[in-house]
Nanobody, 126 residues
Framework: QVQLMESGGGSVQAGGSLRLSCAAS????????MGWFRQAPEKEREGVAT???????WYADTVKGRFTISQDSANNTLYLQMNSLKPEDTAMYYC????????????????????WGQGTQVTVSS
């Protein structure tokens, strides 16, 4: 049974940094597409960053240059380093895996991802 558990969320001021972690069990990081998604109140869930088994990453335009996705095989964990945070980054952040695909990880939306964590809240104040 696949389990994804996020951690690292919290409250920070604008300009600050956070690193989100997604610990996987029953699933091997780097085996298929993985990604980070977020959902703000009254908004649809959107892709933030995805990564394929080879390490090729995709980023939403709104986070390019500020966020970095990475995967650690030794710890079987996916990370999202978030720098220069803005109030508009405030949302619930979810880790997800598409256990059926290994390519074009960023070109498909949240509906393509079939395994999800419970989420971790990120709040950025101005």
């Amino acid at each position: 049974q696949v389990q994804l558990m996020e951690s690292g969320g919290g409250s920070v001021q604008a300009g600050g940094s956070l690193r989100l972690s997604c610990a996987a069990s029953g699933y091997t990081v780097r085996s298929t597409c993985m990604g980070w998604f977020r959902q703000a109140p009254e908004k649809e869930r959107e892709g933030v960053a995805t990564i394929n088994p080879s390490g090729a990453a995709w980023y939403a335009d709104t986070v390019k240059g500020r966020f970095t996705i990475s995967q650690d095989s030794a710890n079987n964990t996916l990370y999202l380093q978030m720098n220069s945070l803005k109030p508009e980054d405030t949302a619930m952040y979810y880790c997800a895996a598409d256990t059926r695909s290994t390519f074009r990880c960023g070109s498909r939306g949240p509906a393509a991802y079939n395994q999800w964590g419970q989420g971790t809240q990120v709040t950025v104040s101005s």
